[in-house]
């Protein structure tokens, strides 16, 4: 579990808004999971975020960002983009190993410093994980065509549009197991208990669903 201190407001803030634009509903108890703190360090922080008007938590216990509060989640989330895409672009950075470097880089950012890397990456491109500045709700996603590993047909063969983002452990694991955006790979069973089983050019390999579910896939050609 992280030091509630290190969590700092735009993390609480992009979060929001991350989960918003991905089609959930913020409870705290979701915040906690998805930043690694404790409970008490969330109620206190939205406290703070309350107080500050940046956001509002309806009776319902859904919490929800103010409009001050969406401008600076969005900020955030623009600099997390662009940092990813000069780590990348220009630095060279491989996918696996950014994510964490541009979370502590997007808070040292100055206007003038985000508008050179706008200038430079332009904003609408894609990151080395194969998304945009918001993540896209399941439902925008499959109209596009694309859908999850979790739900991929047997026997098909796909290539790998996009990673979930938010878990660097899950980032990692999936380099490890040979998986990366752009990458082709042929599902081969959806197993009873929820794996998939696949197979990348390196071999087979077998994927629980915390995985699957994190894997945006689109239809191969061939
Ligand atoms: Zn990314």
């Given at each position: 579990?992280?030091?509630?201190?290190?969590?700092?407001?735009?993390?609480?803030?992009?979060?929001?808004?991350?989960?918003?634009?991905?089609?959930?509903?913020?409870?705290?108890?979701?915040?906690?999971?998805?930043?690694?703190?404790?409970?008490?360090?969330?109620?206190?922080?939205?406290k703070?975020?309350?107080?500050?008007?940046?956001?509002?938590?309806?009776?319902?216990?859904?919490?929800?960002?103010?409009?001050?509060?969406?401008?600076?989640?969005?900020?955030?989330?623009?600099?997390?983009?662009?940092?990813?895409?000069m780590?990348?672009?220009?630095?060279?950075?491989?996918?696996?190993?950014?994510?964490?470097?541009?979370?502590?880089?997007?808070?040292?950012?100055?206007?003038?410093?985000?508008?050179?890397?706008?200038?430079?990456?332009?904003?609408?491109?894609?990151c080395?994980?194969?998304?945009?500045?918001?993540?896209?709700?399941?439902?925008?996603?499959?109209?596009?065509?694309?859908?999850?590993?979790?739900?991929?047909?047997?026997?098909?063969?796909?290539t790998?549009?996009?990673?979930?983002?938010?878990?660097?452990?899950?980032?990692?694991?999936?380099?490890?197991?040979?998986?990366?955006?752009?990458?082709?790979?042929?599902?081969?069973?959806?197993?009873?208990?929820?794996?998939?089983?696949?197979?990348?050019?390196?071999?087979?390999?077998?994927?629980?669903?915390?995985?699957?579910?994190?894997?945006?896939?689109?239809?191969?050609?061939?």
């Amino acid at each position: 579990m992280k030091d509630a201190i290190h969590v700092s407001k735009e993390n609480y803030l992009k979060a929001i808004l991350e989960a918003e634009a991905e089609g959930n509903q913020v409870i705290p108890a979701k915040l906690a999971h998805w930043l690694e703190v404790s409970a008490p360090a969330v109620t206190m922080a939205l406290k703070r975020l309350k107080r500050d008007g940046y956001v509002q938590v309806g009776e319902d216990g859904i919490v929800r960002l103010t409009e001050a509060g969406r401008e600076i989640a969005y900020r955030t989330a623009l600099r997390h983009h662009l940092i990813e895409r000069m780590l990348s672009e220009i630095f060279g950075m491989e996918w696996y190993e950014i994510h964490e470097e541009a979370e502590r880089l997007e808070h040292a950012v100055s206007p003038v410093f985000e508008a050179k890397l706008k200038e430079k990456l332009s904003e609408g491109g894609a990151c080395p994980h194969g998304n945009y500045v918001l993540p896209e709700s399941p439902a925008q996603r499959k109209q596009r065509g694309e859908v999850p590993l979790s739900e991929a047909a047997e026997g098909q063969r796909y290539t790998v549009v996009s990673l979930h983002e938010r878990d660097p452990k899950l980032l990692l694991f999936l380099h490890d197991a040979g998986i990366g955006p752009g990458q082709s790979l042929r599902v081969v069973t959806q197993n009873y208990d929820q794996t998939v089983s696949i197979e990348l050019s390196t071999g087979n390999t077998v994927l629980g669903r915390p995985a699957a579910e994190a894997i945006w896939l689109r239809l191969s050609r061939d």
